[in-house]
Antibody, heavy 120, light 107 residues
Framework: QVQLVESGGGVVQPGGSLRLSCAAS????????MHWVRQAPGKGLEWVAV????????WYGDSVKGRFIISRENSQSTVDLQMNRLTTEDTAVYYC?????????????WGQGTLVTVSS | DIQMTQSPSSVSASVGDRVTITCRAS??????LAWYQQKPGKAPNLLIF???HLESGVPSRFSGSGSGTDFTLTITGLQPEDFATYFC?????????FGQGTRLEMK
């Protein structure tokens, strides 16, 4: 079955950087768009970014555009999220999620999440 | 960006009840709408895609309807495991915005 395992979360100071990674298994990774979604403590879901199956297309949420970069390595079945110029507003659980079909579809499988805390 | 507005923000119900949650988009999204269920400390779980299509493995007491700007999620015959928070999400255009969530609580 589909398994998504995020890693790389932790505590970082404002202005710092962090790189999250998601290891996928149980499906043909190179066929599907992959998303990152985050959830601040006690808050709702915020869509962060998506990358197409071949990595040629990326889209970002307004609050992270220009600071975050999504990338993937199909040979390794991994998708990463490079997060730069972090602020306290970026504190959240970050989920990796598999697109249901194309890059424009919703997501049908999620990882367990990794917590990022931005604090001095 | 497309804004998604859910109502109510919370609802109280009993086992066996029928519950309806609504989601309104700020512009026409055709049928590009999904519904998710989230339990505390867990990742969201896809229930409905393309507004009315039940995801595999999801109980048939869940149903979705609507198109354009107005959508509903209905749970018919609430079960104890259904008490959770529900989110809608539009997939018509990027960013794929979520509604603010509806918390379904036990009466």
């Amino acid at each position: 079955q589909v398994q998504l395992v995020e890693s790389g979360g932790g505590v970082v100071q404002p202005g710092g950087s962090l790189r999250l990674s998601c290891a996928a298994s149980g499906f043909t990774f190179s066929y599907y768009g992959m998303h990152w979604v985050r959830q601040a403590p006690g808050k709702g879901l915020e869509w962060v970014a998506v990358i197409s199956s071949d990595g040629s297309e990326e889209w970002y949420g307004d609050s992270v555009k220009g600071r975050f970069i999504i990338s993937r390595e199909n040979s390794q079945s991994t998708v990463d999220l490079q997060m730069n110029r972090l602020t306290t507003e970026d504190t959240a659980v970050y989920y990796c999620a598999k697109g249901r079909t194309s890059i424009t579809s919703c997501t049908d499988s999620w990882g367990q999440g990794t917590l990022v805390t931005v604090s001095s | 960006d497309i804004q998604m507005t859910q109502s109510p923000s919370s609802v109280s119900a009993s086992v066996g009840d029928r519950v309806t949650i609504t989601c309104r988009a700020s512009q026409d999204i055709s049928s590009w709408l999904a519904w998710y269920q989230q339990k505390p400390g867990k990742a969201p779980n896809l229930l409905i895609f393309a507004a009315s299509h039940l995801e595999s493995g999801v109980p048939s007491r869940f149903s979705g309807s609507g198109s354009g700007t107005d959508f509903t999620l209905t749970i018919t015959g609430l079960q104890p495991e259904d008490f959770a928070t529900y989110f809608c999400q539009q997939a018509n255009s990027f960013p794929h915005t979520f509604g603010q969530g509806t918390r379904l609580e036990m009466k």
